[in-house]
């Protein structure tokens, strides 16, 4: 009787082994993690090698393992071309058993890759495509936004700067969607919070000269100029109404897009004064600080918010697959749902339904050169933007909300 005892112990142990074996799986024996940026044009900087060299800390910080298999980093280059970015994405999902792609600047390519994404039913986060559709009605169980939308950077820049007395307000917007997007949005939380738009003008993206638009801003005598723009159209704005002595003559600048590499290539002499919301700032406390010194080791140069972003989310998702046990992409991203994303990038973070990483934003204003004590001090925090308030309710366009 013994004996068989023993010899049923012996049995259930090995079948614990083998169902703990087959549990735990990795397809082809690595997970591999692509990403897919610009690494030579003009989102280069905020992107780019920046974003390949945060996805190698998060793997490498991991143990550049999990599940005892190894994690390997690829790079691929999009050239911001959707067809090329689509392309890309294709391959590795097809023939290089890519398990996920992570960045992708600017939302056509992002978008093309969404759609690559759901038709091989694997996982993509984005960092750096804004377009709040992606998580709206193209809204994908394979696809995730992690850092921002554009709806959050213009609500939360808009209805802050109104609090503080901001309360009418002159749009220089890029006229093309991405633009219109950031003008609609702000203009609607600032309507809302009783504030006025006076007026807006619409520059064709990458127009040289932007003087007369300024120009117009200028006379319109609002209180706050809102740049509902990216680059390069953003920063020739910028740099433009400094040379114009917009600041000078009492009204502000509000950019719904800004990043701190932008902040860095202007100056704070044209530069200050700006208002920004941002997800990120590496000298917000004790935790970024540490993270982006490490970073700047080896980038020379401080994070932007995309870049930390790529360092959270590849974080996220292997924490996520060793949970899981498997890196069936399903699997992962319900584990992802399940856990709360509280990190040096993210606070008071969670991956919602819709797959929006929901986390708190600040409002930031560029110090004055006289302001800034060291090389990056940059920003003043003036407020902190509740998740809920800025990213707003799930988009009922989106399949994956229940109704």
Known sequence: MQLTALKRAAWAAAALLVTTAAQAEISDNVV???VLSDMNGPASTPTGQGSVTAAQMAVDDFGGKVLDKPISVIVGDHQLKPDIGAAIARRWYDTEQVDLIVDVPVSAVGLAVQTIATEKKRLFITQSTGAADFHGKFCSPYAMQWVFDTRALA??????VVKRGGDSWFFITDDYAFGHSLERDAAGVVTANGGKVVGAVR????TPDLSSFILQAQASKAKIIGIAAGPPNNMNEIKTAAEFGLLKGGQQMAALLALITDIHSLGLPAAQGLLLTTSFYWDMDDKT????????????????????GVYSAVTHYLNAVRAAGSDDPLAVAAKMRETPVEDFFARNGRLRADNLMVHDLVLAQVKSPDESKYPWDYY????????EEAFGPPDPACPLIKR
């Open 32 to 34: 591999k993690i692509g």
């Open 155 to 160: 609500t939360g820049t808009a209805k802050e």
């Open 203 to 206: 520059p064709p993206f990458a």
């Open 289 to 308: 600080r540490e993270w982006s010194k490490r970073y700047f080791a080896k980038m020379n140069r401080m994070p932007t918010m995309w870049q930390a």
């Open 380 to 387: 003043k925090i003036l407020a902190t933007i509740k998740g």
